[in-house]
């Protein structure tokens, strides 16, 4: 079973708009890491956001963290045709070592 | 700086046989986590390794065995390929002590 689960499964934008995905889990976490795969390839790591923070920037990226509600948000600003891809939250646990994934958020950005 | 590599990047196989498929982490790294990622899913975890030694180990069974070399790359090794382990294979690459995982391209097995 998979520890996040990312809204909407499938969105599509307009070149120049904002994406907003989120990230849902189920348990306690350590660190809540964001990844974006390019057609079924390797996995590109965008950002990691610890579990004593609440947000964090990186260029058009945003993350917010939400421990209460067990939640992330990614948010990609002016996104860009390149953007096109696949992201996926990652979760860890205190003294666990391996990474527990969601089904990921499949982006189209139209031109 | 060479991120982490893995070979090869294709490879087909028939159900029965074994396959190898290698690792190379990054420049400094000495950890190696190995995924599989089968289509339209997100990677699951198979296993850890650290000092040569396993660390941890996902719901995988014994069919998939792996290795950790003196110079940190790593090897995973499948027997008796089921149609089911045709699957995306992803090394990622970890300095012991920190939380970021980089990831390899990947290896697509296709079982036949």
């Known amino acids: 079973s998979q520890q996040g689960e990312e809204d909407p499964q499938a969105l599509s934008i307009q070149e120049g708009e904002n994406a907003t995905m989120n990230c849902s889990y189920k348990?306690?976490?350590?660190?809540l890491q964001w990844y974006r795969q390019n057609s079924g390839r390797g996995l590109v790591h965008l950002i990691l956001i610890r579990s004593n923070e609440r947000e964090k920037h990186s260029g058009r990226l945003r993350v917010t963290l939400d421990t209460s509600k067990k939640s992330s948000s990614l948010l990609i600003t002016a996104s860009r045709a390149a953007d096109t891809a696949s992201y996926f939250c990652?979760?860890?646990?205190?003294?666990?070592?391996?990474?527990?994934f969601g089904a990921g958020t499949t982006v189209t950005v139209r031109a | 700086d060479a991120g982490v590599t893995q070979s090869p990047t294709h490879l087909i196989k028939t159900r029965g046989q074994q396959v190898t498929l290698r690792c190379s982490p990054k420049s400094g790294h000495d950890t190696v986590s190995w995924y599989q990622q089968a289509l339209g899913q997100g990677p699951q975890f198979i296993f850890q390794y650290y000092e040569e030694e396993e660390r941890q180990r996902g719901n995988f069974p014994d069919r998939f065995s792996g290795h950790q070399f003196p110079n940190y790359s790593s090897e995973l090794n499948v027997n008796a390929l089921l149609l089911g382990d045709s699957a995306l294979y992803l090394c990622?690459?970890?300095?012991?002590?920190?939380?970021?995982?980089?990831f390899g391209p990947g290896t697509r097995l296709t079982v036949t």
């Open positions: 348990t306690s976490i350590n660190n």
């Open positions: 990652a979760t860890d646990k205190e003294d666990d070592y391996k990474l527990s």
């Open positions: 990622a690459s970890i300095i012991s002590g920190r939380d970021e995982q980089y």
